[in-house]
């Protein structure tokens, strides 16, 4: 028995190398799609790790406050999505000191500018450094952790002293051989003290989380005086069991401050990190549903191909099948030899397709800034779906083969 496959598979094998061309397109068509499944998944899932990793990073005990929910925005019919009013600075701030949930915390935050242009003695960076205003408890609530000095305290924010703290990137293009503690950067002709550097954050999407300085709220709003500034609010609750309360209780005294009728519907949002999570896998589930269909479709060419290789294959071959049947072959043995034959063709393009897939994805990821995993389940899959192209495409070519008369075979030309 074991002897018999083994000399199917050096059959198989001998076969494979006599027409070598043949055999290296079959194998490219069957690896581009493995290659679509394996590099589309592990692209997906790269970057549902790395937007999962940033909300998750702001712990499960915070929520914000802001302006809109976290969506994906769909226009339809030539309407636009109604928008919500900016948070003021004024209702920021209202709401600090009227919001007085037991054991929490509120950070406040703006956007400066993302076109800044930061300089250090003779040296200054691109005008494309993002600078955000912030109070004591930003860095914290956000999940950002000091890598080097300190964060804000309340003295620093009340006092409008001008210290900041910086994304990595800055450090290491600044202060690469310093230590980048009590040295002085300018913004916009003001001088600030580097406190402390921020760990770097894998963000994706090129972002500017690590190529950031962070200042005092109060002394940013002296310096940024843009109309229309949107401020964001988070709130951290010491205790996670009392983080629905606290949501319910925030919702309730921004209302308030909104003036918003009991009829009327919240025109801001109130999101932790878990709802940001939730809603990111639902919208990741449609982009898999998508690739596996594509990859499907890919997989389906694949399989028609090698099959109809296959049934030429069992034509070019069927003097060679004659002589064998004549020499005492029996139709289970002529049918293993073509099936072993597109079992080894077809794992050879699943291998091939999931190295293929693995660097396209690992290559996307990088590129983008993800956090690259290895995809286990789309490799498993490939090698699963590869194993089915074999049974489909192999089953009718080896019945074939295995039907057809010896004597017939014989006198074939």
């Known amino acids: 028995m074991f002897s018999l496959v083994r000399e199917n598979i050096r059959i198989a094998f001998d076969s494979i190398k006599s027409q070598l061309l043949r055999t290296v397109l079959t194998i490219l ?60 600075y004024a209702e920021a701030k209202d709401f600090m000191d009227t919001y007085k949930y037991p054991l929490t915390k509120i950070s406040l935050m703006f956007n400066g500018t993302s076109s800044a242009e930061i300089k250090y003695e003779n040296k200054k960076t691109d005008p494309d450094v993002l600078v955000v205003g912030a109070n004591e408890n930003f860095i914290q609530n956000s999940g950002l952790k000091i890598a080097k000095g300190r964060e804000f305290n309340v003295f620093d924010v009340d006092n409008n002293n001008n210290v900041c703290v910086i994304g990595s990137d800055l450090e290491k293009e600044f202060f690469s051989t310093l ?6 950067i300018s913004i916009r002709g003001h001088k600030f003290k ?5 760990e770097s954050q894998k963000t994706g999407f090129n972002s500017k989380e690590n190529y950031r300085v962070i200042i005092p709220i109060k002394l940013a709003r002296s310096i940024f005086t843009n ?21 319910d209780e925030a919702v309730y005294t921004f209302r308030n401050i909104r003036k918003l009728k009991p009829i009327e519907d919240n025109d801001f949002a109130v999101e932790s990190s878990e709802d940001l999570i939730n809603k990111v896998a639902s919208i990741t589930e449609y982009l898999y549903m998508a690739a ?23 034509t070019e071959r069927t003097r060679e099948i004659g002589v064998r049947k004549a020499l ?33 994805g690992l290559g996307l990821s990088a590129a983008a800034g993800f956090n690259f995993t290895t995809p286990w389940l789309a490799m498993i899959s490939a090698f699963s779906i590869a194993f089915v192209v074999a049974l489909i495409s192999g089953s009718l070519p080896a019945i074939k083969a295995s039907k057809l008369d010896p004597i017939e075979s014989l006198r074939y030309e």
Do not use: C
């Open 29 to 88: 068509i069957i690896a581009i799609g493995i290659t679509a499944l394996v590099g589309i998944l592990s692209s997906i899932s790269a970057l549902e790790n790395t937007i999962s990793g940033n909300f998750s990073s702001m712990g499960s005990n915070t929520f914000n406050i802001q302006r809109e929910e976290f969506a994906i925005e769909r226009h339809g019919g030539g309407q636009r999505q109604k928008q919500n009013p900016i948070i003021t």
């Open 179 to 184: 230590n980048p503690i009590n040295q002085t």
């Open 194 to 198: 580097v406190i402390g550097t921020l």
């Open 227 to 247: 109309a229309n500034i949107n401020y964001g609010l988070s709130v951290m609750v010491e205790k996670k069991e009392l983080l629905d309360n606290a949501k």
């Open 292 to 314: 596996w269909v594509i990859s499907i479709i890919t997989i389906f060419g694949s399989s028609i191909a090698l099959m109809n290789i296959m049934f030429v294959s069992v």
């Open 328 to 360: 005492g072959a029996k139709r289970k043995t002529i049918a293993s030899q073509f099936f072993i034959e597109t079992i080894i063709v077809s794992q050879l393009g699943g291998i091939l397709g999931i190295i293929l897939g693995l660097l396209v």
